[in-house]
């Protein structure tokens, strides 16, 4: 198999006995041991096998191994959550006195974790602008361990050269990792372009119904197992549950973004034209400046729009307090249509200059674009923009 959609579909667990057509829910803590000597030889790793669902579980097991062969990754490790992906690739990697290089423009909780948490453990960071690379190799310290990035990013639908960044990091001898939530593993593959390791927020759009958490981390085995041993210990352990519900979501992941990339590529072709609108995004819109790269590295731009409205932050809530049909909701990659101020919310804990800095001015507004006809959302926002 090696076509996305059939892998997407078909990588599944082995049939248990009862030779059941879709994956079973394994619901339990612990798993039992044929005899002493097999329970040793477990928790010694000499043979593999489960012993408790902090460490392994058939159905995350399962979700792993599809992430791998969507992504071209070597081995995986799933989460309880994005943010808790991202922090057990730092935690497991870094140590105190190594230094981090990452694009400005980051969600804000992987803000927060960089400037507030690691360097409570002497870790130290520099960020750089993901639409100045001339000047990234100024950043670069003899104790610059990673470089960090986003593309398309969040909020602002910025794009990155994944090929570029491959050879700067190669040359810099630095670890190279990409969130790849807002594009997912349909729409691009960083490690084809040298990323080391890709990390997802699993509860966007690859459970992509809005029902439950979790985060994936895919690439090297070197880095994996070393991910994995700081996971097993601190325990941020995706739940069965959630890892059957995000396979299984996954088997219409490459349907669902063909729609997503359909709608939003026309509403932000529509805003674009808009009176009331100052400037709209999307990765594949014509006038987007990073239009080429978002052509030569993604199959599609992706669900998520960004657009301005004209008069700041005080038309940009009157807009999404006259939405009808459009949800406002803490997340994004849903079925439904979702609409955020980034200002105000995901991005709050950011100061003035530094939402400044990443193009989140007061009268941003992110939709995240769902499946309803594209007729029906297009009319809503035209409600909020009267």
């Known amino acids: ?50 012993i408790y669902s902090r460490f392994s579980n058939p159905n995350t097991t399962e979700l792993i191994q599809k992430i791998c062969a969507l992504e071209g990754a070597e081995a995986g490790w799933a989460t309880a959550t994005g943010m808790a992906a991202v922090f057990t690739t730092f935690g497991a990697l870094l140590k105190q006195g190594d230094h981090v290089l990452a694009c400005r423009s980051i969600f804000g909780s992987s803000h927060t974790i960089l400037t507030k948490i690691l360097p409570k453990w002497g870790i130290t960071f520099t960020y750089v602008d993901i639409n100045d690379t001339e000047n990234w190799s100024y950043a670069v310290q003899e104790n610059t361990k990673l470089v960090f990035i986003e593309t398309p990013t969040n909020p602002g639908v910025d794009i990155i050269d994944l090929e570029w960044l491959g050879n700067f990091a190669k040359q810099h001898k630095l670890l190279y990792i990409v969130d790849n939530c807002f594009a997912t593993p349909y729409l691009q593959q960083p490690i084809k372009f040298g990323a080391d390791l890709v990390i997802h927020s699993a509860t966007k759009y690859l459970d992509g119904q809005g029902r439950v958490l979790g ?155 769902g499946l309803e006809h594209i007729d029906d959302i297009i009319k809503d926002v035209e409600i909020g923009l009267s």
């Open 215 to 369: 985060g994936l981390i895919a690439g090297k085995q070197s880095l994996i197992d070393e991910i994995q041993g700081f996971a097993r210990h601190s325990g941020p352990a995706m739940s069965p549950f959630n890892a059957w519900i995000i396979s299984k979501s996954i088997e219409t992941l490459a349907v669902r973004m063909d729609r997503h990339s359909e709608n939003a590529l026309k509403l932000a072709e529509w805003l674009e034209k808009h009176p009331q609108v100052e400037m709209a995004k999307h990765p594949f819109l014509a006038s987007h400046p990073k239009y080429d790269v978002a052509k030569k590295q993604m199959k599609a731009g992706g669900g998520i729009v960004t657009f301005i409205v004209k008069g700041g932050v005080e038309k940009g809530r009157d807009f999404l307090n006259k939405l009808q049909m459009i949800s406002l909701t803490a997340n994004l990659g849903d079925t439904r249509t979702i609409a955020t101020h980034p200002a105000s919310t995901t991005h709050s804990k950011l100061s003035e200059e530094e939402r400044q800095e990443v193009g989140i001015l007061p009268g941003l507004i992110r939709v995240s674009v």
């Open 1 to 50: 198999m090696k076509n996305f959609e059939t892998l997407a579909v078909r990588t599944q667990s082995d049939r248990s006995q009862f030779n059941e057509h879709s994956t079973p829910l394994h619901l339990t803590s612990s798993f039992v041991f044929d005899d002493a000597e097999q329970m040793r030889a477990m928790f010694s790793d000499e043979v593999e096998g489960n």
